[in-house]
């Protein structure tokens, strides 16, 4: 499955961004899915899993700025965020992954896009 990233851009601190996510092949029931980030220097940061079966479970690592959702009959997911902080600043990217669902591990996603950047100055 091929992944594309859009969304990106540059926002001041506290403005929002939304991320969207499109698999080339349906997801549904199939892949995990996820949102990273990676800022220069710094290692690949999970930030959100969500599952695509019909139960949706997700996981978030920072709980009331960031969420989640998908829409499985477009291949789609998304990322909202809000209140952006200068430290969010990172190229930010959407992974699918198959077999056991590690939401915030890297080693758990099998497929990658190529990455959106999120400037926040």
């Known amino acids: 499955v091929q992944l594309v990233e859009s969304g990106g851009g540059s926002v001041q601190v506290g403005g929002s961004l939304r991320l969207s996510c499109v698999a080339s092949?349906?997801?549904?029931?199939?892949?995990?899915l996820g949102w990273f980030r990676q800022a220069p220097g710094k290692e690949r940061e999970g930030l959100a899993g969500?599952?695509?079966?019909?139960?949706?479970t997700y996981v978030l690592s920072t709980q009331g700025r960031f969420s989640v959702s998908q829409d499985n009959a477009r291949n789609m997911m998304y990322l909202q965020m809000n209140s952006l902080k200068r430290e969010d600043t990172a190229m930010y990217y959407c992974?699918?992954?198959?077999?056991?669902?590690?939401?915030?591990?890297?080693?758990?996603?099998?497929?990658w896009g190529q990455g959106t950047q999120v400037t926040v100055s």
């Open positions: 992974a699918a992954g198959v077999g056991s669902w590690w939401p915030l591990n890297r080693y758990g996603y099998n497929y």
């Open positions: 092949a349906s997801t549904y029931n199939t892949y995990c």
């Open positions: 969500i599952e695509t079966n019909d139960t949706g």
